[in-house]
């Protein structure tokens, strides 16, 4: 089970941290993404991690701006997000794979979102 929590209404140039919680002995074993998805679009991919935190990839759009980390003694990954845009606006997601992807369907595990809104 993964919980998202940390989402909330911000000004654009504001920050915002997510943190996603998994529940199980096997956090370490997957690698973890997150996600987001805004009214009337596809989900869209945001960043993953390795199991180990050594490798990270972010999509353009948020490159520079979004650092994902994880620490897995707490069984959590973060979603640092810095310099919010009003188009960063979606709801997000975390998920968990056996490796490293980009495409939504390829992971097995997903949260059930937390609510970003970025007003300009």
């Known amino acids: 089970q993964l919980v998202e929590s940390g989402g909330g209404l911000v000004q654009a140039g504001d920050s915002l941290r997510l943190a996603c919680v998994a529940s199980g002995r096997t956090f370490s074993s997957y690698y973890m993404g997150w996600f987001r998805q805004a009214p009337g679009k596809e989900r869209e991919f945001v960043a993953y991690?390795?199991?180990?935190?050594?490798?990270?990839y972010y999509a353009d759009s948020v490159k520079g701006r979004f650092t994902i980390s994880r620490d897995n003694a707490k069984n959590t990954v973060y979603l640092q997000m810095n310099s919010l845009k009003p188009e960063d606006t979606a709801v997000y997601y975390c998920?968990?794979?056996?490796?490293?992807?980009?495409?939504?369907?390829?992971?097995?595990?997903w949260g059930q979102g937390t609510q970003v809104t970025v007003s300009s």
């Open positions: 991690i390795s199991r180990s935190d050594s490798t990270t």
């Open positions: 998920a968990a794979d056996r490796g490293p992807a980009t495409i939504a369907a390829r992971y097995d595990y």
